[in-house]
């Protein structure tokens, strides 16, 4: 992919040719008189045709072919040669007038004798010549001709000449002369150029050569041509060349999937030209440090580039930057993609769509259409290949026509066969058939899933998952035991990770998923048996880690958290590697990019040295034995949603079942209009409407209910942005009055890898310190006129502090009850734990320097009313507590409590990083739960924590608390106002 829009903005080929065509005189020696043709060039630079024209014909005797075509070119440029009547012209005159001619028909009776002027700069200039009357053939074979010679200049001449006329043709491509042709002619003229020590002349050529590797989808072979010549500039400290040879660099390397050397090299032009450079030069470097810091993950690189920027391309830099800073709300509000051409609005609208994922499609439809208006092939298929991945699974008619699309670009025959696999593998990640066909690596692993067949043990890193998964489908009629091996293995192979900074660029390294339904119907559509339910479980869980990932994809998760920053640009950098060279293979220009692969998967072996990144890593699912030990009597139930259908699992104790639950669009109905009644009952005072939810429970668990007879407390698995609630919402009857919550216990997990798995027997227990402290409390304070309602109470006992000057635990027990200068839940912890065992900090004490004093060992965490960060995190008083700042502190915490406010999205994304962090439960809120409602169920909660319950059970006995107490106020047995608490932990 090619960046910056500028490749002829500067000068025209015409004058990219005239700047080497300048050097055709001999150079003279130090004491040697100035020659009569050199005298002609000069006058020539000097833009006195006449002049030149006396010049070359005095030469004409001792240079003859140098003289002739000096003359023809003092003649195009203005020199009106002296009439001649009666006399047959010179070969010099004859092929000035050919030149001069305004038509064919004009030099027709010069031809000849033009034709037959030797020498290379002849062959040259009617090469021109020929070009600018339409003869692109005849232009093509003269270029040649000077090309040929062994004297630099014609090789300069020859080959630019021959380079631009291929690239700057309209219409047809000349036979044996495109794009690849004209990379390798304008390489010749640079390697001469810069042998010569011509950098003007050096620049013209990379310049074009640049552009035609680019076209041919040979970025790498341009970085290797202007690399070396780069670093000549550099170490000549030639800032103007830098410049130019630093943005042409940069171009090349971001297209050639190499970040870390196009901000370099980006940088390097930036600084260069900052002092009165080319100003248009100034403005690439400075897009192209902004994207090549953007793809690193690299904050210094985005913003320098970012701050040398004006006018459009400045918004979307600007954009990126705050994205990297986590600051997404506020890059959204910034982008503006107006005003950019179409190369640039392509790039903007692709760097949107990860920014604006709202709005994905919109971008990604704009970026499309800009693509095509380039004609620049790669970038069309990158962009299509964006709009097809965000489609799928939202607006799938869409994804299916872009799906189209791509098989339209694939080129005919064996080099076609990449793109078509990758088409077929989208296909079947969709649920849709398709047809894929192959007998070794990739095609054969896929096409395996879709004949049954067993697949085939890759030798590249793309397929490995893909060819085990295959194994399994085809083992899961007959012989579920070693489908249930088969599927675990696959899982600890297929990297769902990739996705964002991450993408690698295809579906065909498993990275999109598979269509787990296909594998649901093989293991029994109508009910699992139950030796099955092993493998039923690790496809399940292929559907809650690809939720999972798609999440993160949305919430512009920062998957480096807590890497050092060379290993997360190492990890970044491959991946670019790898989306550029995939982008080669698929358009049949390039071999599939095996060892670019295994790049990527050694720097993500080397960012899982980190816990926090190998938890993103893929790992086989925990065995059933090691399940029902988590489990501890209670129940197991997961949930795959698919794109037609809905499928359940139950595991318990000692049995297990599965079976398909009904429509996918019927389900999530349901769900929304459930989620909508009870938000909307938390925010009045009506009642929530319990039809949604009573359909809800008839759907998913009424099914089990033999198989969960006798068991009061499960564990579900489900995707939140399916169902975005607690099951204990659910009412027993259509009209309510009886809930789940009255009779069971539930709780949650993101998927089966976050269940705590209990030590083998034998294995050694961690002797940890103490907690310290038992319970940690973080706030933000009332408004002042709550403080001053609140009744006087006696002083108490002063309790130790922390700094930052703000309310502590003293003022908690000096106003007990009433706690008017604190959230009511934190008040409710208060009654709870004594003044030795907690700190509670609000306003200015609560700060990040608080956090990490106290986070790190404390037992009980609880977060109340703190606003929202821009990443989803937690506003503190001196600054942002950021998702990825909560993945990277390494917790101890039994329970962490969330009751501020944020959307569920956000609130999922929390417990999922606390849970990362290494706290053994979560609790947040679904939604605003009146204060006095928190504060009666959290009195509650932590009574029964202070006495040993777990959390899931203390959650129960709280609301059964709100509810025996509120007998004069039934709106209180509502679950809109006490079923918010969503638990991720052991039931």
Known sequence: MAFGSRWSSRRSPRVRRARCWIGWGAKPSADAPVSRALRATLALAAERPADALSAAMAALAEEPDAAAALMAQAVQAGAALPDAAGADPSPGESLARWAAGANDRAAKPFEAAALSVAGWRAAALRGSVLAARGDSAGALREF?????????????????????????????????????????????????????????????????????????LQADEAVALIEPAYKRFVAAENKPAIGESGVLLARCALAAGRPLLAAEAAGAARQALADGGDAALLADAAWQESWAGWTLGRIAAAEAGAAALTGPRKKVADAMLLDLKGDRAGAVALLDLSGLDARDLAYGALAAARIDPDRALKHLQTAVVAADKTGDRSLSLSTRLGLEKAARGRRNAVAAKVRVELLGMAVEGPAGAGLRAEVAARSLSAGDKASLVGDKGVAANWAALTNGGAGVAADDPLSAGVGVWAQARAQATGAPDAASAAYGRALGLLPLHRRGALDSGTALDGSDGLDFETDLTALGAEGAPAAAIPAV????????????????????????????????????????????????YLLGAGPLPTDDFKALAAAEAKAGEVPVFARLLPVGPPSIAELRGALDGSALLSYAVGPYRVHGAVLTATSGAARFLGKTDRALDLASRHSQALRAAAGNDSKASHGAGDGLRSMLIDPFMNDLSGYGRYLVIAPGEAFPFPFITFPEQADGLRW??????????????????????????????????????????????????????????????????????????????????????????????????????????????????????????????????????????????????????????????????????????????????????????????PPETLDRLFDGFYEAINRDRSAAASAREARDKLISSSINEFNQDDPGEWGALMLYARP
């Not at 002619?185 to 050529?205: D, I, P, T, Y």
């Not at 216990?745 to 294995?763: F, N, Q, Y």
Request: glycine content about 8%; aromatic content about 4%; proline content about 5%.
């Open 740 to 929: 789940l919550a009255a009779i069971r216990t539930l709780a949650m997990s993101p998927d089966l890898r976050s269940v705590r798995i209990p030590k083998a027997e034998g294995e050694e227990a961690v002797v940890e310190k103490p907690y310290s402290p038992d319970f940690f409390g973080l706030g933000a304070p009332k408004a002042a006129e709550a403080v001053a309602e609140a009744p006087a109470a006696a002083p108490s006992t002063p309790s130790d502090k922390v700094d930052g000057g703000g309310t502590t635990d003293e003022d908690l027990l000096r106003r007990h009850r009433a706690n008017a200068n604190l959230p009511q839940d934190l008040g409710a912890a208060s009654r709870q734990f004594g003044d030795d065992f907690r700190k509670i900090v609000t306003g200015g004490a609560a700060s990040l320097e608080s956090w990490d004093k106290l986070a790190e060992n404390a037992r009980y965490i609880h977060i109340s009313t703190v606003d929202m960060a821009p990443d989803g995190g937690l506003m503190l008083a001196d600054g942002a507590l950021s998702i990825a700042r909560i993945r990277t502190t390494p917790m101890r915490a039994e329970l962490v409590i969330v009751t501020a406010d944020a959307p569920v999205e956000v609130q999922e994304q929390r417990a999922r990083a606390f849970l990362d962090a290494g706290a053994k439960a979560v609790m947040v809120t679904a939604w605003t739960v």
């Open 144 to 216: 040649g001709v000077a090309a040929e010679s062994s004297d630099v200049r014609a090789v300069l001449a020859g080959n630019l000449g021959r380079a631009a006329l291929v690239l700057d043709r309209k219409g047809p491509a000349l036979p044996g002369a495109g794009a690849p042709e004209a990379a390798q002619w304008a390489r010749k003229a640079g390697e001469a150029a810069v042998a010569a020590g011509l950098a003007g002349q050096a620049m013209s050529a990379f310049t074009l050569a640049t552009r035609a590797s680019l076209m041919a």
């Open 537 to 584: 479980l690790a496809v399940h869980e292929l559907s809650h880690r690809l939720a999972a990932a798609r999440a993160d994809d949305r919430a512009g998760r920062d998957l480096s958290a807590g890497l050092d920053p060379e290993v997360r640009e190492a990890l970044f950098g491959a991946a670019a590697r790898c989306r550029a060279s995939m982008l080669r």
